[in-house]
């Protein structure tokens, strides 16, 4: 294996033509090296804006390692960054906040912006959650909504910090309605949504998958067996324009489960019924385990069976900062049009 040196050296130079473009259509938010298929697994060094995030989930860096690395980004990119280091090596990626090997500047960890296809995004490089504020490898996704959604109804489903919503709106879309069970995250959505005042104002609803999806899909919403269902949101049953299912991998509550890998046409049968005829749903799953033609196979059978056959489909991958050796990246996108 090459040493973190030789690696991230390589990954610079395969990246210069990508980030030209990305400069140009107004994007400062990317990945650097995606150490899994770059020769450093467990490794990822992002730019978000004007900060450097550099996350180990496997081993540590050393503090001469991490500062050699943020060195050569800075020296490639002709910039200097705001570094921040989430050591994630610990029990279930989570950041090893004493900071033992490196302590981030005051000014790193303050509310910055990073953008994305000309749009304002809220970073920050540490926060209650574990994950950044913007996952980089929806990135096309949010290129291809942000171009097809003039005039659309669009629902953002899971929606985390709203980006989809976000490019939705940008792309002049009648409608946004974001919903995610966490309102945290959709209080960063609604910033997002005020740093960019030019857009027309989207909604946020807060609530847990099921009961929202079902309801909207004209489905009854079912208590598990000996248990009272808790208070959920009321919303009327309707279809949109454009969908957007970016489950997460598992989760569990009184509603339901989401699990990608063993259940997945239980959170895609109702977001079909909730896509307008003629309409777009476009449905992700970023299970590493689960191969792209199985779960395509998967997906249109479900419609088939719901009576909402697909007319049409396309795999969007991921863009070029996330490279796959075998080609099939761990996040797999499917448009389907109805």
């Known amino acids: 294996m090459p040493s973190h040196d030789q690696a991230l050296r390589a990954a610079l130079h395969n990246r210069q033509d990508l980030l030209t473009a990305l400069h140009q259509q107004g994007t400062d938010c990317y990945r650097l090296f995606h150490g899994s298929q770059e020769g450093a697994g467990g490794l990822t060094v992002d730019r978000y804006g004007p900060q450097l995030l550099v996350q180990s989930f496997h081993q540590s860096l050393s503090r001469d390692e991490l500062l050699q690395l943020a060195e050569q980004c800075q020296a490639s990119l002709g910039t200097q960054l705001l570094l921040v280091y989430n050591d994630r090596s610990q029990g279930n990626s989570r950041i090893d906040r004493t ?179 003629d309409g777009v749903l476009i449905c992700c799953n970023n299970l590493a385990k689960v191969a792209m033609t199985d779960w395509r196979e998967q997906v249109l059978r479900c419609a088939e069976k719901l009576g909402r056959p697909v007319r049409d489909w396309q795999v969007l991958a991921p863009a070029r900062d996330f490279p796959s050796q075998d080609g099939q990246p761990p996040l797999k996108t499917l448009i389907l049009q109805f």
């Open 99 to 277: 900071d033992a090997i490196y302590q981030a500047e005051p000014a790193a960890l303050e509310d910055l912006i990073g953008h994305e296809w000309g749009l304002n995004y809220r970073v920050r490089g540490r926060h209650a959650g574990q994950d950044p504020l913007l996952f980089l490898d929806l990135r096309n996704a949010r290129g291809w909504v942000k171009a097809h959604s003039a005039g659309k109804s669009v629902l953002n489903l899971f929606a985390y910090t709203c980006g989809v919503g976000l490019s939705a709106a940008a792309g002049g879309a009648s409608e946004v309605v974001n919903l995610d069970f966490a309102e945290g995250n959709l209080a960063v959505g609604r910033e997002n949504g005020t740093l960019n005042p030019q857009l027309q104002p989207m909604q946020f609803v807060q609530s847990d998958y099921f009961p929202a999806i079902r309801q909207l899909a004209g489905l009854p919403i079912n208590a598990r067996r000996g248990q009272k269902l808790p208070h959920y949101p009321r919303l009327e049953q309707r279809q949109f324009d454009l969908v957007l299912l970016d489950p997460p991998a598992w989760a569990k509550s009184a509603f339901g489960t989401v699990d990608l890998l063993r259940d997945y046409q239980s959170l895609l049968k109702p977001a079909i019924l909730a896509t307008a005829d």
